[in-house]
């Protein structure tokens, strides 16, 4: 039997010594938050991995995908940021990239000449139709092993947390 360690198990074994050197830390929460992160930077390099085929990155496949969710034909700049949890000059440089690469439009709003809206073009709609096999494959891969059970209850907790995020972010802005 291997005595390799996981990726996550040195972590296991830096929080069990914060336990031993701080009693009163909750350390089964930092593991939570430690693991959360870990999960979200291995998928992040996965859709990476995957998408750079493609020309694209995370960050822009994700914009192209909210964009193109956006339940109308159009979105705002601003709307795309914060859908996106980005910055404003996060979302000129990735809707830049996009427009580069033909797979959006920046139109000017027909009510204020000052407001853009974001489209997705035909050439876009051809990229996601070629990418959506691939990441339904790839999220079958990540979350297929969770039993529904499982990924309701995991849904469940992660929503919980992100709305005391939110509520959070909110409370301090106030401040």
Known sequence: MSSKLTS???T????????QKR???PVAHARLVRL????????????NELVKQHGLTYRTYSALMTIYTSGSSSIT???LGEAMGEKRTNVTRLCDEL?????????????D??????????????????????????????????SDDEHVGTETALTKTLD???NLSKRIAKA
């Not at 959506?132 to 979350?143: F, R, V």
Request: proline fraction near 5%; charge should be negative.
């Open 99 to 111: 427009i580069e690469m033909g797979l959006i439009v920046r139109e000017t709003s027909g009510e």
């Open 36 to 47: 959360i992160a870990n999960v979200h930077q291995r998928t992040v390099d996965a859709y």
């Open 164 to 166: 005391v995020l939110v």
């Open 12 to 19: 296991r074994q830096r929080l069990a010594v914060l336990k």
């Open 23 to 25: 009693p009163d830390f």
């Open 8 to 10: 996550f198990d040195v």
């Open 113 to 146: 000449r000052r407001s853009f809206q974001l489209q997705v073009t035909a050439q876009g709609e051809a990229m996601i139709d070629r990418l959506m096999p691939e990441i339904a494959a790839l999220l079958a891969t990540l979350y297929g092993p969770l």
């Open 77 to 79: 700049p601003s709307e």
